[in-house]
């Protein structure tokens, strides 16, 4: 027997039509309202690194954009998990985002327990922008190209010392590689971001570094870092002398890359304003000119887009870390 539905399920039907109703207005009208306070963009590394490169050129022009101060907040450490594992617990209403890079994808294959699940934590809102990575030596080394460091690392096994941003970052798993794919030893020195490991090159307290662009080019322009190569795919148009690794490592190519994610919840018209605006400030002119001279290659996308790379990128470092035999010490 069909029953027919009763005056209650009828009433009970239109109440939970007008709510759900209510619900989407209240997150359309808040969405446009958005932002009424301040944003926290959370930084997962010290000053002086390439996330605070990256930041710093948009920050003004994000707060004309969201007519709301925007606050860097520095959260270094453990590789990016201590902001990352932050946002995770943030409330999702798009005032706390954070930027990550290449090694959010990197760490759920490093670490043996993360705090937060990478994929079902977060909402991405854009991918930024993509950065190579620079292999770069102290000048007193003696080493002019790629050939000559791996002669040199194997005549000098465990002698010769690399720093990086901090253990499971990409510029410590691009030297893990690097050794793999050249059968040398090295020692690995971590520093807690780019900053701080760039001031140690600079002291000579560690021989060579993978670093992004964006904090060693400067030192290679004043003589300070000599550039062996670039771990990306093709030579950069700043350095068009300088080879790539490839070049002498088949197939040695490590792509950086710079994006914006938001706790899991937050409602998507407020991930379409973030998008929209993180998009628009990078590629003003003035601001995307200053990038440009640094280094970065802004490559701005969709939320949707952003999550495919993330994806796609935790298959890559997966299969990268397991090779390469990296870990964290």
Do not use: C
């Not at 307290?205 to 670093?211: A, G, K, N």
């Not at 670039?230 to 950086?256: M, N, W, Y």
């Not at 200053?290 to 949707?304: F, H, R």
């Amino acid at each position: 027997m069909i029953r027919k539905p009763t005056v209650l399920n009828l009433a009970q039907l239109v109440l939970r039509s007008w709510l759900f109703g209510l619900f989407l207005f209240a997150t359309s009208a808040g969405a446009q309202e958005f932002p009424t306070q301040p944003i926290t963009l959370l930084l997962p590394y010290p000053p002086g690194g390439s996330a605070d490169f990256l930041a710093r050129p948009m920050m003004a022009e994000l707060q004309k954009k969201f007519g709301q101060p925007v606050v860097i907040e520095y959260k270094a450490g453990a590789g990016g998990t201590i902001a990352t594992n932050a946002l995770a617990h943030a409330k999702p209403d798009g005032y706390t985002v954070l930027m990550v890079l290449s090694a959010h994808a990197i760490n759920p294959a490093l670490y043996p327990s993360l705090p937060y699940d990478t994929m079902k934590d977060f909402a991405p809102v854009s991918l930024v922008a993509r950065l190579p990575l620079l292999l770069v030596v102290k000048p007193s080394l003696p080493v002019h190209t790629v050939s000559e460091l791996v002669a040199y690392a194997k005549a000098n096994p465990g002698k010769l010392s690399y720093g990086s941003a901090g253990n499971g970052n990409t510029s410590h798993l691009s030297s893990e590689m690097f050794q793999k794919a050249t059968d040398t030893k090295m020692v690995h020195v971590p520093y807690k971001g780019s900053g701080p490991v760039v001031v140690a090159l600079l002291g000579g307290d560690i021989d060579l570094m993978f670093d992004s662009f964006s904090t060693s080019y400067p030192q290679v322009q004043n003589g300070k870092f000599r550039p062996i190569a670039v771990a990306s795919a093709k030579r950069s148009a700043l350095l068009p002398d300088t080879p790539t690794i490839a070049e002498t490592v088949p197939d040695f190519v490590i792509d950086g890359w710079y994006g914006i994610i938001a706790p899991a919840g937050t409602p998507k018209p407020i991930i379409d304003k973030l998008n929209q605006t993180f998009n628009e400030v990078a590629n003003i002119p003035s601001v995307k000119a200053q990038l440009n001279a640094s280094g970065y290659d802004i490559v701005a996308s969709t939320p949707e887009a952003f999550a495919k790379t993330i994806e796609k990128d935790l298959i890559t470092w997966r299969k990268a870390v397991k090779e390469s035999g990296a870990k964290i010490e």
